[in-house]
């Protein structure tokens, strides 16, 4: 569709849980229990005044699935009463949706602020493809509100940040920024993939638009890639709609009835993984093989406090510094259980060394300034017997303190 108007029903009185199952459901005439999949790339007109009307704007309804399509516009409106967001539209992977949220907004000669800590791609996006079309951006420590206060310039459009952040797990304080990046007239994008919807609601603290990896914790079983942008309508239909149908990032309407599905269990997932995380940061934390253990719900976080005030939970995932290369690749080699991959939020319980993997793109000085060490494991906690990942770590670590 040509616009973004958001769904009108009770719908917005349900909690998440129902929300999760419910929000956006839309039947056809057969009367279904599991939504239905419309596997079409075009529609068709009851005459050509239709057509015409259909194409104006002046009759709803679709006209192209690279525009929009029922099976994608349930998952929109599903996370878009999740989030509490006057509008979504889902993309073909989460970094379409990061590209094209930014990119959509922003013109040759504007000037975006983000925060140092961040995804590879992420990285590479703002630090090396923008700026071959005139957009500059300025990394500034993300928990040094001074930093972000001296780094806005009259042409700064854009704020981007993570938090947590992949994969320090460092945060930033949401609410802060946005005070700070309004005042200088910009808006804040923020990338709330390990928070998970259900973990942070930045748009209740000051944010404008929330990007994610579906392909994440929302299907959360390795099936289908998938993102989501979600803002309000007029950003939505100004500035992402214009590029979104004329560049084609669209996402299948398979991979959305799949995400759709994840929806349904993705609270009583990210539940079990949560609570299973926390314990397992706690089993690292006091092992000594770690030289350093990060979850927000652990005292020890330099940001526990304002995980405390601006998350639900801690999250699903879990960084520990095992202090050189050689304890880091024994520690992954001695695992199990755990499978090395570079994915996260899924139903298995995963593990990352982001220097050679997800970071690797990046310039050394750039990962020492993130904090990302050549001894840093990314773990993302699964849904196994939270017994039996205990012992799979505990042997780990042990592999790790013998390598030194």
Same mark, same amino acid.
């Given at each position: 569709?040509d ?11 349900f909690g998440?849980?129902?929300t %999760?199952?419910?929000?956006g ?14 596997l079409?790339s075009?529609f ?18 679709f ?6 399509n029922?099976t994608?516009?349930? %998952?929109e ?5 999740l ?7 889902v993309?073909a992977?989460?970094? !379409?949706?990061?590209?094209t949220?930014l990119?959509c ?6 000037h975006? *602020?983000?925060s140092?800590?961040?995804?590879? !791609?992420?990285?590479v996006?703002l630090?090396?493809? +923008?700026?071959?079309?005139g957009?500059?951006?300025t990394f ?14 009259p042409n700064?459009?854009?704020?981007f940040?993570?938090t ?6 460092? +945060?930033v304080?949401v ?6 990046a309004?005042?200088?007239?910009a808006?804040?994008? &923020?990338?709330? #993939?390990f928070a ?6 930045p %748009?209740?603290?000051?944010?404008? *638009?929330?990007?994610? !990896?579906?392909t994440?914790? &929302? ?7 998938g993102g989501? #942008?979600?803002?309000?309508k007029?950003?939505?239909n ?15 309407p398979?991979n959305?009835?799949? %995400?759709?599905?994840?929806l /349904? ?5 990210? /539940?079990?993984? *949560?609570? !299973?995380?926390?314990?397992l940061?706690?089993?690292i934390e ?14 020890s976080h330099p ?5 405390k ?12 510094? +095992?202090?050189?290369?050689a ?5 992954l080699?001695?695992l199990q259980?755990?499978d &090395? ?14 220097t050679?993997t997800?970071?690797?793109?990046? /310039?050394?000085?750039d990962?020492?300034?993130m904090?990302i060490?050549?001894?840093?494991v990314? +773990?993302?906690?699964?849904l /196994?017997? &939270? ?17 030194g």
């Amino acid at each position: 569709m040509d616009r973004y108007e958001a769904p009108q029903s009770s719908e917005d009185e349900f909690g998440p849980e129902t929300t %999760l199952i419910r929000g956006g459901v839309r039947r056809t005439p057969y009367g279904e229990t599991s939504e239905a999949i419309f596997l079409t790339s075009g529609f068709v007109y009851d005459s050509a005044e239709a057509a015409e009307a259909r194409f104006t704007g002046e009759q709803p309804g679709f006209v192209y699935s690279r525009y929009g399509n029922p099976t994608l516009e349930v %998952l929109e409106q599903r996370l878009a009463l999740l989030e509490g967001a006057e509008g979504c539209h889902v993309t073909a992977s989460g970094m !379409s949706g990061v590209f094209t949220a930014l990119f959509c907004h922003l013109r040759g000669g504007d000037h975006v *602020v983000a925060s140092r800590a961040l995804f590879g !791609s992420c990285f590479v996006i703002l630090g090396t493809i +923008l700026p071959r079309y005139g957009i500059t951006t300025t990394f500034v420590d993300g928990g040094d509100l001074a930093a972000w206060e001296a780094a806005m310039r009259p042409n700064t459009r854009a704020v981007f940040l993570e938090t947590p952040a992949n994969p320090t797990l460092d +945060l930033v304080d949401v609410a802060a920024v946005a005070k700070i990046a309004h005042a200088a007239g910009a808006k804040v994008f &923020i990338d709330n #993939v390990f928070a998970t919807p259900l973990g942070q609601k930045p %748009l209740e603290l000051g944010a404008d *638009v929330v990007i994610y !990896s579906a392909t994440k914790h &929302i299907d959360g079983q390795g099936r289908v890639l998938g993102g989501a #942008v979600l803002a309000d309508k007029k950003f939505l239909n100004d500035d992402f709609l214009p590029y979104y149908r004329h560049t084609g990032p669209a996402l299948s309407p398979f991979n959305a009835w799949v %995400l759709v599905k994840g929806l /349904e269990t993705l609270g009583l997932r990210v /539940e079990r993984q *949560v609570a !299973s995380a926390h314990r397992l940061a706690r089993l690292i934390e006091a092992h000594p093989a770690a030289k350093a253990v990060r979850y927000p719900w652990l005292e020890s976080h330099p940001h526990h406090e304002l995980a405390k005030r601006q998350m639900k939970n801690g999250g699903t995932l879990v960084s520990l510094d +095992l202090g050189s290369r050689a304890a880091a690749f024994a520690f992954l080699n001695a695992l199990q259980l755990v499978d &090395i991959s570079n994915n996260l939020g899924d139903t298995k319980s995963l593990a990352t060394h982001p220097t050679t993997t997800t970071h690797r793109a990046m /310039e050394a000085a750039d990962r020492a300034a993130m904090g990302i060490t050549e001894g840093l494991v990314r +773990l993302s906690i699964g849904l /196994e017997g &939270i017994e039996d990942l205990e012992r799979d770590l505990s042997r780990a670590l042990d592999a790790a303190r013998r390598a030194g």
